[in-house]
Nanobody, 124 residues
Framework: QAQLVESGGGAVQAGGSLRLSCEAS????????MGWFRQAPWKEREFVAA???????YYGNSMEGRFTISRDNAKNSVFLQMSSLQIEDTAVYYC??????????????????WGQGTQVTVSS
C-alpha cells in the first residue's frame, strides 16, 4: 500500500506559477504510475497529468504546455509545475498513484491511492 502526501498548493494571481509536490510512502510497486487530478467546485474530477516510472508522460486536454509533470523515483515523488495559471485552474489538486496494469491513465479508476488534496486558488 502507499500513502500520498501533497504539498505546494496556495493562492496565486493569474499568470503566476506554483509547484505541487507529492511524496509516496510504502512500496514502489504501488507507484508505477503517479499523476495529478483536480476538482473544481460543482465539477467532476479532471485528469491533469501522469507519469510512469519509466518516464512516459501523459497530459489532460489543454494541460500540456502550461503544466509539466516530473518524478523523482529515488524519493518516490511526483511534481507538477504549473505556469501561466488562470482563474479556471482554481481547484483542489489530488495526487494519485497506481501499480502497473492495463487501464486508461487519464481515468481516476486506474489509480488505487490518493492524497488528501491541496487547494490551488488563482485570482485576478
Amino acid at each position: 500500500q502507499a500513502q500520498l502526501v501533497e504539498s505546494g498548493g496556495g493562492a496565486v494571481q493569474a499568470g503566476g506559477s506554483l509547484r505541487l509536490s507529492c511524496e509516496a510512502s510504502g512500496g514502489t510497486s504501488s507507484t508505477y504510475v503517479m499523476g495529478w487530478f483536480r476538482q473544481a467546485p460543482w465539477k467532476e474530477r479532471e485528469f491533469v497529468a501522469a507519469m510512469t516510472r519509466h518516464g512516459i508522460t501523459y497530459y489532460g486536454n489543454s494541460m500540456e504546455g502550461r503544466f509539466t509533470i516530473s518524478r523523482d523515483n529515488a524519493k518516490n515523488s511526483v511534481f507538477l509545475q504549473m505556469s501561466s495559471l488562470q482563474i479556471e485552474d482554481t481547484a483542489v489538486y489530488y495526487c494519485a498513484a497506481g501499480p502497473s496494469r492495463f487501464g486508461t491513465v487519464g481515468a481516476a479508476s486506474r489509480y488505487d491511492y490518493w492524497g488528501q488534496g491541496t487547494q490551488v486558488t488563482v485570482s485576478s
